[in-house]
């Protein structure tokens, strides 16, 4: 045997061997997937539709809020009334009026207070429904309605003369 007969041998000896241990890879991988591809195929779409899922609804009629409100041991939780002025400041306003994030005059803060309270109302009202240099309207809460961002106002006026 000529010494390239020998060299095309060993190369198809190594060949098969690859081939060998290529088809015992497969065979072990499809028994550990679990070789119905279908199913497997179904698994992996239904855990990305729960990933990209919306968090929640808009409730745009009173039933629909009633169904879709929480539930605690089997008791319904129901909302306590309208929000006081203090609890929408701390919803809405209290993260940049406590800290005077983007420029916002904090609250408690007299002497940042009093030229934008000389403005009047109006303005004061104008600025948290519309938004102000890097106030986002309605403080970035857009369910609250011009009440809710009045009595807000007032809060923090009153807090800061």
């Given at each position: 045997m000529s010494e390239d007969n020998k060299i095309l041998n060993d190369i198809g000896k190594v060949?098969?061997?690859?081939?060998?241990?290529?088809?015992?890879?497969?065979?072990?991988?499809?028994?550990?997937?679990?070789?119905d591809t279908l199913t497997t195929i179904a698994l992996q779409q239904k855990k990305v539709l729960n990933r990209i899922k919306p968090l929640g609804q808009v409730a745009t009629t009173l039933e629909e809020a009633q169904k879709a409100s929480p539930v605690v041991d089997d008791v319904v939780v129901e909302a306590k009334g309208p929000m006081t002025a203090e609890q929408i400041y701390n919803t809405a306003c209290m993260a940049c009026h406590t800290t005077g994030a983007a420029g916002a005059p904090k609250t408690g803060d007299v002497a940042a207070w009093a030229p934008r309270i000389a403005?009047?109302?109006?303005?004061?009202?104008?600025?948290?429904?519309?938004?102000?240099?890097?106030?986002?309207?309605?403080?970035?809460?857009?369910?609250?309605?011009?009440?809710?961002i009045t009595a807000a106002i007032d809060f923090m006026v009153a807090n800061s003369q």
């Open positions: 060949i098969a061997v690859l081939i060998v241990v290529a088809v015992i890879i497969s065979v072990i991988a499809i028994n550990l997937v679990g070789g403005q009047g109302a109006d303005v004061l009202l104008e600025h948290a429904t519309k938004g102000f240099k890097g106030m986002p309207p309605r403080g970035g809460s857009p369910q609250l309605s011009d009440e809710n």
